[in-house]
Structure formats: C-alpha cells, structure tokens
T-cell receptor
Framework: DTAVSQTPKYLVTQMGNDKSIKCEQN?????MYWYKQDSKKFLKIMFS???????INETVPNRFSPKSPDKAHLNLHINSLELGDSAVYFC????????????FGSGTRLTVV | EDQVTQSPEALRLQEGESSSLNCSYT??????LFWYRQDPGKGPEFLFT???AGEEKEKERLKATLTKKESFLHITAPKPEDSATYLC?????????????FGKGTHLIIQP
C-alpha cells in the first residue's frame, strides 16, 4: 500500500499549457511538501502545507500553486508552462520531520516541449 | 553559497571495499540532519536522522555520524545493491518553506 502516491508518473506537454499533478498520502501526516529535482539531480523545496498554512519558497514563480482539498492531498497546479519547468517533481509528507523523516512519492517527470 | 555540500560527487568501489561519504553544512540552527538513498526513477528513501554532535546511527552496512560541521555516512563491506545516490539534507530552525535543504548527492557505484 503506497504511502505517498503521485499521478501521473510522466507528463509531456506543450509550452503555455496548464497542468496539474496530484499527490495523496495515507500516513496521516500533518504536513505535505512539493520538491523539484532539476536535471542536475538537485532537490529543492517549493512549498510546504500544514493545517491550511502554506509556506512558499521565494524562488518559486507564481505560476505554480499548490491546492489542498483535505489533509491527505496536496495537488500542484502549474499555469503557462515554460521549457525551464521540465524536471521531476516530488511530493512528500511528514508528521514531525525532525523525528521520523520525510516520506517521498516516486516523482512525476514533467517534460515541456 | 550552498548550505549543504556533499563529497565526493561520485564514488566507485569494489564489492567489500569500505569507504565514507561526507556532508558538510553551514546552517546556523540545526534541527536535524537526514540521510536518504535515491535509486534511479524513484523518490528518496529515508535512512537516518541525526540531531546532535556525537550522535551515531546504524542500519545494516551503513553508519551515520554527526559533528558540529559535518556528517559522514560510512559504508562497510558494501554490496552491489548498495549502489544508489545518497543524499544529505538539513532541517534548519526558521528555514524557508519549513522543509529540507538538500545537498547534490553522492552517486555510489559498487562493482561486483
């Protein structure tokens, strides 16, 4: 039973389109995150969401917006996609990250053409 | 300036050849230092959390240690299945987006 699941696993789309990536966790964790892993494999945090509080990394363009319909879901919406948005996006969750670590999904590879 | 620096970037070992991976960090208030393993096409898999200098944790052939400036991941008598990218990350007090800051990883290859 997958703890953090993302869909789709692969997403190919054209520049200018709007797309969404879904994330669900069944661990009962309070906090969910989105990370971006670029072509150099460098993982960088984009957002964290806890109990309706959203914290945004200042480097993330406002074309990216997370939406949480409930505690178990944090979806990522991206508007007006650009070539530079191509990357692998990981969803993660934690209950108390400093104790038990963060659980990551298997990633969504986004390719913008 | 990178807050988390891992070295080497890549390491190739023979099966059974022990070695260490390094992670140095410059954050001011460390809440925790994490080690993850990432296999190709998969998300990072949690290995260890270390909280204070002098702390050590072990799991099978892996042992993680922490000082005030760096952490080491020691791998003893590795096997080919230990091949992966090992990521170090820190959770900083007051850190942006309340998440982890990752290093760029060490790509470890264990040859049979």
């Amino acid at each position: 039973d997958t703890a953090v699941s993302q869909t789709p696993k692969y997403l190919v789309t054209q520049m200018g389109n709007d797309k969404s990536i879904k994330c669900e966790q069944n661990l009962g964790h309070d906090t969910m995150y989105w990370y971006k892993q670029d072509s150099k494999k460098f993982l960088k945090i984009m957002f964290s969401y806890n109990n309706k509080e959203l914290i945004i990394n200042e480097t993330v363009p406002n074309r990216f917006s997370p939406k949480s319909p409930d505690k178990a879901h944090l979806n990522l919406h991206i508007n007006s996609l650009e070539l530079g948005d191509s990357a692998v996006y990981f969803c993660a969750s934690s209950q108390d990250g400093t104790i038990s670590g963060y659980t990551f999904g298997s990633g969504t590879r986004l390719t913008v053409v | 300036e990178d807050q988390v620096t891992q070295s080497p970037e890549a390491l190739r070992l023979q099966e059974g050849e022990s070695s260490s991976l390094n992670c140095s960090y410059t954050v001011s208030g460390l809440r925790g230092l994490f080690w993850y393993r990432q296999d190709p096409g998969k998300g990072p898999e949690f290995l260890f959390t270390l909280y204070s200098a002098g702390e050590e944790k072990e799991k099978e052939r892996l042992k993680a240690t922490l000082t005030k400036k760096e952490s080491f991941l020691h791998i003893t008598a590795p096997k080919p299945e230990d091949s992966a990218t090992y990521l170090c990350a820190v959770h900083e007090s007051g850190g942006g987006a309340d998440g982890l800051t990752f290093g760029k990883g060490t790509h470890l290859i264990i040859q049979p």
